[in-house]
T-cell receptor, first 116, second 115 residues
Framework: AQTVTQSQPEMSVQEAETVTLSCTYDTSESDYYLFWYKQPPSRQMILVIRQEAYKQQNATENRFSVNFQKAAKSFSLKISDSQLGDAAMYFCAYIGGGGSQGNLIFGKGTKLSVKP | GAVVSQHPSWVICKSGTSVKIECRSLDFQATTMFWYRQFPKQSLMLMATSNEGSKATYEQGVEKDKFLINHASLTLSTLTVTSAHPEDSSFYIC???????????FGSGTRLTVV
């Protein structure tokens, strides 16, 4: 069975600085998708960034970028120029079967605090 | 993009009563809806998967008779918590697969408090 592990329960970053959130996963599949979701205090799940496993190029969305290491099964999220609004829970998620198989598998989450 | 509307946002009910939570896909057809439960400071735990026109699939340990799921149409899935007890108090979120370019679409969640 596939698993997603986030080893950092909490992280803290100074405003305008850069922070990296870690995520590792375990799968025997070769075709899958990985996501980072943000859950602010409102608890609405917001997609931050996605990565297709077949793509070697790391995904980037404005201040958010990932370091996708397929062989190492690692999928870290880098937040540059951190802002107060980035404070939230961040969940790493996996879906296999080329994206066609069932539900997202979530990690336990990392709570990010941003200090002014 | 795809939108899932979830209602109510919060509800307080008395022990022994039932509560219905609705999730509607507003601009797309959701043949599948995932229902999650989230305890404070924890991750999302999949409870069940509903499919339009068929019985829901429940995860191990989830009581089918307590958490009734109905997927009446391609745009509506409901979760009914029957004979609610204080331990059912939690945050419930629905999610529907959309275009993978946008990831899965989540409802805004329902905070249930049973008193």
């Amino acid at each position: 069975a596939q698993t997603v592990t986030q080893s950092q329960p909490e992280m803290s970053v100074q405003e305008a600085e850069t922070v990296t959130l870690s995520c590792t996963y375990d799968t025997s599949e070769s075709d899958y998708y990985l996501f980072w979701y943000k859950q602010p205090p409102s608890r609405q799940m917001i997609l931050v960034i996605r990565q297709e496993a077949y793509k070697q190029q790391n995904a980037t969305e404005n201040r958010f970028s990932v370091n996708f290491q397929k062989a190492a099964k690692s999928f870290s999220l880098k937040i540059s120029d951190s802002q107060l609004g980035d404070a939230a829970m961040y969940f790493c998620a996996y879906i296999g079967g080329g994206g066609s198989q069932g539900n997202l598998i979530f990690g336990k989450g990392t709570k990010l605090s941003v200090k002014p | 993009g795809a939108v899932v509307s979830q209602h109510p946002s919060w509800v307080i009910c008395k022990s022994g009563t039932s509560v219905k939570i609705e999730c509607r896909s507003l601009d797309f057809q959701a043949t599948t809806m995932f229902w999650y439960r989230q305890f404070p400071k924890q991750s999302l735990m999949l409870m069940a998967t509903s499919n339009e026109g068929s019985k829901a699939t429940y995860e191990q340990g989830v009581e089918k008779d307590k958490f009734l799921i109905n997927h009446a149409s391609l745009t509506l899935s409901t979760l009914t918590v029957t004979s609610a007890h204080p331990e059912d108090s939690s945050f419930y979120i629905c999610s529907a697969p959309g275009r993978l370019a946008y990831g899965y679409t989540f409802g805004s969640g329902t905070r249930l408090t049973v008193v």
